[in-house]
């Protein structure tokens, strides 16, 4: 049995110097992992994300022994950047929420209202030109658009199979029954309510 072991810590750091941190202790005979020495504190010091560097990035203890497995390094670089986020990006109290003064058009020229949440957002879609014209009915009865497709997931994707033309099928979840829609050529489903619940 290993007789120490190790603890791993990290620091992450914006421009504006503002910092998130975080340790871990390294249980005897991690070793057995598959990061030790050098290999481990490669991938300690690989930045988070944009805007964000390491600033310090330490391994303690007997590396021949610990090792640091890819969970234990995966839930360390997660808490440094959820210590980041709750001290250093939140927007300073006083200081409201402007939008840019140019912005450009939407696309489609149509939202989903129901993703207009409040009345920033109202003012943000208007200034796009999303709310120049109502959504089509498909969208607006659908109760989930989504590019995660059931079918793709169940390995049926008729767009993979060169069959990319639009589906309807039947769901049942529970009690209830949903019309599947699919648009394979833009790679997205709409499920919608089909008649009453059943018992």
């Given at each position: 049995?290993?007789?120490?072991a ?10 504006r ?16 992992g598959?990061?030790?020495?050098d ?39 997660h ?59 498909d ?61």
């Open positions: 049995l290993c007789a120490s190790g603890r791993a810590s990290v620091t992450y750091r914006d421009a110097g503002c910092e998130g941190s975080a340790s871990a202790t390294l249980p005897p005979c991690a070793g057995l598959p990061l030790q020495g290999k481990a504190r490669e991938r300690l010091l690989r930045r988070p994300g944009p805007g964000l560097e390491v600033k310090e990035a330490r391994l303690e203890g007997d590396l021949r022994q610990v090792g640091l497995t890819l969970g234990a390094l995966n839930a360390l670089r808490e440094a950047v959820g210590q980041y986020l709750a001290h250093c990006a939140v927007r300073p109290a006083g200081r409201p929420f402007l939008l840019p003064t140019t912005l450009p058009r939407h696309p489609l020229g149509w939202v989903d209202p129901r993703l207009i949440l409040n009345e920033v957002a109202r003012s943000f879609y208007s200034a796009c030109g999303a709310l120049d014209s109502p959504p089509p009915d969208v607006a009865r659908a109760v989930l658009t989504s590019r995660h497709c059931v079918l793709g997931a169940a390995g049926c994707c008729r767009r993979r199979a060169g069959e990319a033309r639009p589906g309807r099928y039947t769901l049942r979840l529970g009690g209830h029954e949903l019309l599947v829609e699919t648009d394979c050529e833009r790679c997205a489903m709409r499920l919608c309510p089909l008649g009453a619940p059943h018992g």
